[in-house]
């Protein structure tokens, strides 16, 4: 089983930017595919970018894209979630998630075995 430890939430104002940080323990980490899941208040867990720790590939969800970042350092089996021009929308619970390697890319959660506790992140207009 994977350990995750997210990081780096926060308040920030709309326009502004956070990173979130999720450091993973307890398996080899090149063998893990990794993600960032959200989830506002009301709403179902939403996937929002992965990336397959052995080759750095990365996807974001189109909600997304061109605002936020996913990242590693594979010094420190951390992956990160940059995150832009920020909105109100993007308010909610972020997680990171853990699981091995699949074929082909997956945003679903109920793919992954091991969650974090989760980060808030919320976006004042």
């Known amino acids: 089983q994977v350990q995750l430890v997210e990081s780096g939430g926060g308040s920030v104002q709309a326009g502004g930017s956070l990173r979130l940080a999720c450091a993973a323990s307890?398996?080899?980490?090149?063998?893990?595919?990794m993600a960032w899941f959200r989830q506002a208040p009301g709403k179902e867990r939403e996937g929002v970018a992965a990336?397959?720790?052995?080759?750095?590939?990365?996807t974001c969800a189109d909600s997304v894209k061109g605002r936020f970042t996913i990242s590693q350092d594979k010094d420190k089996n951390t992956v990160y979630l940059q995150m832009n021009s920020l909105q109100s929308e993007d308010t909610a619970m972020y997680y990171c998630?853990?699981?091995?390697?699949?074929?082909?890319?997956?945003?679903?959660?109920?793919?992954?075995?091991?969650w974090g506790q989760g980060t808030q992140v919320t976006v004042s207009s």
């Open positions: 990336i397959y720790t052995d080759s750095g590939s990365t």
């Open positions: 307890g398996s080899t980490y090149s063998r893990l595919y």
């Open positions: 998630a853990a699981h091995l390697k699949p074929v082909t890319w997956i945003l679903t959660p109920k793919y992954f075995s091991s």
